[in-house]
């Protein structure tokens, strides 16, 4: 009698630095239950979430031992004696797994699995996950941003903010970006931004200023508020509002700069959504994947051995350029 199948996996055994990612050669493939579905894992998105999951400072943290990952594309290996609307063989993407991504297999709620378009690769597949329903959210859960606005997308150039400036180019805003490498720039500006700035640049803000006037920015999506919230509270219009999406640290700032312009600061955790919630972005971002703007921009690549030094790079990158992917070879 045949012993299980067995795969390579990332098994964390407690949580610390990027080296508690460690390869295992000897998983068993997970069996899918009735209503979900076996993925051969070809891409795997990696997300600066999961490294604050990883290091056991995030507000929610996994029981151990545990793999990482989400966000994955694959084909379909097998699938649970309810699942009826895919087979074997089939293109997917899923917007959550239940074992964990970073491996060979993994399983997923039938709900969660989408057939995955010809004309987007596995890489891009892997992309839309936490990117895009993080980004919907902000946009338009959270800062509720009407056709016409002023967005300012801080840090444009990674996973969320390429899928931010995508969804707001799409919904009639005006939308502009920063990013630190000129080839960030260049595609922010290929993906939907109407202009870009240099957030390394010491007089960026001023620049800003100058492009939108008097008026200012009605909405900021922010990933790196630990470094720009008081910054951003210059740029924004009365009634403004700024959405965090992404901090590493504290800052000080002070309240009474909220007042005067009755800005708005709103804070985004993608885990908070409902099921209504979910399904609305769904709705939209499955019309996007079919109407063409949905375009997920692949960036640095790694094998799946080397997955401790993907969110090693992840944190300390000198200037994102697209979203980070694992693959399996």
């Known amino acids: 009698m045949a012993g299980p199948r067995l795969m390579r996996a990332i098994r964390v055994s407690e949580f610390g630095g990027p080296e508690v990612l460690r390869l295992h050669t000897s998983v068993p493939v997970p069996e899918p239950s009735e209503s979900q579905v076996l993925i051969k894992v070809h891409a795997c998105g990696v997300n600066p979430v999961e490294t604050y999951i990883r290091s056991g400072t995030y507000g929610r943290t996994p029981t151990l031992p545990y793999t990482p990952g989400t966000d994955v594309a694959g084909v379909v290996e097998a699938v649970g004696q309810n699942v009826k609307n895919f087979k074997r063989g089939d293109r997917v993407f899923t917007t959550k797994t239940v074992t964990g991504g970073y491996a060979e297999y993994t399983i997923a709620a039938n709900s969660t699995v989408f057939p995955l378009p010809d004309k987007l690769s596995f890489n891009q597949g892997a992309s839309i996950g936490i990117p895009y329903f993080t980004a919907y959210r902000a946009l338009m859960h959270s800062a509720r941003v009407k056709p016409g606005e002023i967005v300012l997308i801080h840090g444009a150039s990674g996973g969320v903010g390429i899928a931010a400036c995508q969804i707001a180019r799409a919904y009639g805003l005006q939308v502009l970006g920063t990013a630190g490498t000129e080839q960030g720039r260049k595609i922010v500006l290929n993906n939907g931004a109407h202009k870009v700035f240099n957030h390394r640049k010491a007089n960026y803000i001023n620049k800003i200023k100058e492009h939108v006037g008097e008026s200012g920015v009605n909405v900021i999506i922010e990933m790196a508020s630990h470094l720009n919230l008081h910054n951003d509270f210059q ?44 399904l609305q972005s769904l709705a939209a971002l499955l019309a996007g994947i079919e109407t063409g703007w949905l375009q997920p921009v692949i960036g640095p690549n790694y094998l799946l051995e080397n997955a401790s030094q993907a969110h090693e790079d992840i944190i300390n990158n000198q200037g994102a350029s697209g979203k980070m992917i694992l693959v399996m070879v």
Do not use: H, Q, W
């Open 235 to 278: 740029l924004l219009s009365y009634g403004g509002r700024v959405i965090i999406v992404g901090s590493r640290g504290s800052i000080e700032i002070n309240p009474r700069d909220t007042m005067k312009k009755e800005i708005s600061i709103i804070g985004v955790a993608l885990y908070s959504s409902s099921t209504e919630d979910f």
